[in-house]
């Protein structure tokens, strides 16, 4: 058995995950479950990225899955780490909101454009939190949203997840029915990210 990839920097956690860069290839990213964590996102985010990629749904809207890694924190998932022009990791839409990188309208426009290209393709959002979209690109040349997390299913044996796996019509369906709803949802949060940074804009 080789030795366990030894991870040094990690720049985000969740609830359930760590994301660390990974030290051999900086455009890469391992998510690790946190111990005593209460479900599997690795095990959910892997199978969903490699349907929708069988599927033959490849964007720059989604990272992609590049298979399991045993580390010094535990078993990994490799995705692809989005990144900026400099090679930093991309922020996600909520610190982007709070630091003044995008406007309201902005935000707004990007988040009408991943949820239009997910509706397309019957990618199916389940958590529409600004922490789950990052941006990529540059705003001189575009940016979009890339869909780091929350995507597919909460747990691989529920029964909705299992049809819409093997049945394409309900997924689409599936797809367009939590869009809907979660679309509403993600632009009241860009309120009340807007208002929470005017609050913090007059403290200063």
């Given at each position: 058995m080789?030795?366990?990839?030894?991870l040094?920097?990690?720049f985000?956690a969740g609830?359930?995950?760590?994301c660390w860069?990974?030290?051999?290839d900086?455009?890469?990213?391992?998510?690790?479950?946190?111990p005593?964590?209460?479900k599997n996102?690795?095990a959910?985010?892997?199978?969903y990225l490699?349907?929708?990629?069988?599927?033959?749904?490849?964007?720059r809207h989604l990272?992609?899955?590049h298979?399991?890694?045993?580390?010094?924190?535990?078993?990994?998932l490799?995705t692809?780490?989005?990144?900026?022009?400099?090679?930093?990791?991309?922020?996600?839409l909520r610190?982007?909101?709070l630091?003044?990188?995008?406007?309201?309208n902005?935000?707004?426009?990007?988040?009408s454009?991943?949820?239009?290209?997910?509706?397309?393709h019957?990618?199916i959002?389940l958590?529409a939190?600004?922490?789950?979209?990052v941006?990529s690109g540059?705003?001189s040349?575009?940016?979009?949203?890339v869909?780091?997390?929350?995507?597919?299913?909460?747990?691989?044996?529920?029964l909705?997840?299992r049809?819409a796996c093997?049945?394409?019509p309900?997924e689409y369906w599936?797809?367009?029915?939590?869009i809907?709803?979660?679309?509403?949802?993600?632009?009241?949060?860009?309120q009340?990210?807007?208002?929470?940074?005017?609050?913090?804009s007059?403290?200063q």
């Open positions: 080789s030795p366990p990839l030894i040094t920097e990690k985000a609830r359930y995950r760590m860069r990974h030290p051999l900086l455009s890469l990213c391992v998510k690790v479950s946190i005593g964590a209460s996102d690795n959910n985010e892997h199978h490699r349907h929708l990629s069988a599927r033959g749904v490849q964007s990272p992609r899955s298979g399991w890694v045993n580390t010094n924190h535990g078993l990994g490799v692809d780490l989005i990144l900026t022009p400099d090679g930093t990791p991309a922020p996600d610190f982007a909101i630091n003044g990188l995008v406007d309201e902005r935000a707004t426009q990007l988040v454009d991943a949820f239009d290209w997910a509706t397309e019957g990618v959002v958590d939190r600004p922490q789950n979209f941006i540059h705003p040349s575009g940016e979009w949203l869909l780091i997390d929350g995507l597919g299913t909460y747990n691989l044996t529920a909705p997840y049809l093997f049945f394409r309900y599936r797809a367009r029915q939590k809907k709803i979660r679309r509403k949802v993600m632009l009241q949060k860009i009340a990210l807007v208002a929470q940074k005017a609050v913090l007059n403290a």
